[in-house]
């Protein structure tokens, strides 16, 4: 008994140390693994408004997350390591947010990639993203906070 205590009480503490930024900091597109099959590889660009990207990879049927901003318009690009031009390739929301086609159809282009725009919805939260390609589902979540009201943030005095 002593000891889940003392354990709960680590926990707390660290994580009420922890910077807000490190609580929401996105980690760099991992590379794959040296086991990981080529066909389970799926690189997802997020393009923002202001021409900044972020890479994200799938790990088995997952893509890494990303933070958005309520009612934030972004450019997805996502390109299949065992993709053929003309596959056709299918992303809907499953929480809200639109997703709508940037080219003409939602087949993969030469290089293996399709591009969407995704438009996050105004609620704080998270938002499911479902991408279809063959046989193979990826999910992706995408999470809309406030920037300016973080959870657990705390005050850093400043140097001056």
């Known amino acids: 008994m002593t000891k889940t205590k003392l354990l709960i009480s680590v926990a707390a503490i660290a994580a009420l140390c922890l910077d807000a930024a490190e609580l929401f900091a996105e980690s760099p597109a991992p590379s794959p693994s040296p086991g990981a099959a080529a066909n389970d590889l799926v690189q997802l660009t997020v393009k923002d408004e202001h021409g900044n990207e972020r890479q994200r990879a799938s790990h088995g049927n997952r893509v890494d997350s990303s933070f958005l901003a309520p009612g ?24 809200g947010g639109v997703v709508t086609l940037k080219d003409a159809a939602s087949t993969l282009s030469g290089d293996g990639s399709v591009r969407f725009s995704y438009q996050a919805g105004n609620a704080f939260g998270a938002y499911r993203l479902l991408i279809l390609h063959g046989p193979d589902k990826y999910d992706m979540t995408l999470y809309v906070v406030d920037a300016d009201h973080l959870p657990f943030r705390r005050h850093v005095p400043s140097p001056h």
């Open 72 to 95: 934030q318009m972004v450019e997805l690009t996502v390109k299949f390591a065992n993709g053929k031009k003309g596959e056709p390739v299918l992303m809907t929301s499953l929480d």
